[in-house]
C-alpha cells in the first residue's frame, strides 16, 4: 500500500496536517487535523483543546502537509519540546507549507 492509498476506507493516509497559531498572549500552540480550517475555527470558538480557553488564537502561522496520522503525532511532539526560539524559526523554513497554499487568507492573517 502506498501513503496515497487508503486504509479499511478511512482518510487516506496522508491528509494529515502539523500546524502551529500565534495566540493572543504572544504563545505558539502546535496541533495536527485533516482539516486545519475547521480545527481553526473550533479553537477560535472554544472548542475542543483547553489552551483557548484562557487565550485566543490569532493566525496560522506554520502548516505542514502530507502526513499520516501517526507521523503527524510524532511531528507535532517534536514542535512541542522545541525551545521558543526554533519555534520561530520554524516560520521562515522550507518546511513551512503556509505560503505555497495562501490557507492563511482565512485564517486570521
Not at 496541533?31 to 475555527?41: L, P
Amino acid at each position: 500500500m502506498s501513503v496515497t492509498d487508503t486504509a479499511s476506507n478511512s482518510e487516506p493516509l496522508t491528509k494529515w496536517q502539523v500546524y502551529m497559531i500565534y495566540c493572543s498572549d504572544a504563545s505558539y500552540y502546535t496541533g495536527i487535523s485533516t482539516d486545519v480550517r475547521k480545527r481553526f475555527a473550533q479553537h477560535a470558538n472554544q472548542l475542543g483543546a483547553k489552551y483557548f480557553r484562557g487565550r485566543r488564537p490569532e493566525r496560522l502561522v506554520y502548516l505542514e502537509l502530507g502526513h499520516s496520522r501517526s507521523s503527524a503525532s510524532k511531528r507535532e511532539r517534536s514542535i512541542k519540546n522545541l525551545p521558543r526560539p526554533q519555534k520561530i524559526a520554524l516560520l521562515s523554513a522550507e518546511t513551512n507549507q503556509l505560503q505555497a497554499y495562501a490557507w492563511d487568507q482565512d485564517l486570521g492573517s
